[in-house]
Nanobody
Framework: QVQLVESGGGLGQAGGSLRLSCAVSGTFVRVNDMTWYREAPGKEREMVATITRSGSTNYSGSVKGRFTISRDYAKDTMDLQMNTLRPEDTAVYYC???????????????WGQGTQVTVTS
């Protein structure tokens, strides 16, 4: 069974940095796009950053220039380096990926369990 396992996050200070990681585990054929989402209290879940299989990246306007998404294709992991943190970055961060599992033979959308990021001023 395919799973996304997140790590990192926790408590950070405004202006500081945190790093999130997401690892794909289980039996699968291919991982396509990988994306970080976040959900703040009382708000809808929003896309933070995405990286395609070819390495193209896209960021939300609120994090562009501060966050950097990256992938290790050999290890099937994804990271999010978060710099110049702001209190409004406080949210639960979710890892998302489009994955072709060994069975069944079609792409499915997988989510991690979420990791809390809290930024204090």
């Amino acid at each position: 069974q395919v799973q996304l396992v997140e790590s990192g996050g926790g408590l950070g200070q405004a202006g500081g940095s945190l790093r999130l990681s997401c690892a794909v585990s289980g039996t699968f054929v291919r991982v396509n796009d990988m994306t970080w989402y976040r959900e703040a209290p009382g708000k809808e879940r929003e896309m933070v950053a995405t990286i395609t299989r070819s390495g193209s990246t896209n960021y939300s306007g609120s994090v562009k220039g501060r966050f950097t998404i990256s992938r290790d294709y050999a290890k099937d992991t994804m990271d999010l380096q978060m710099n110049t943190l702001r209190p409004e970055d406080t949210a639960v961060y979710y890892c998302n990926a489009m994955i072709l599992p060994s069975y069944p033979g079609y792409y499915q959308n997988f989510w991690g369990q979420g990791t809390q990021v809290t930024v204090t001023s």
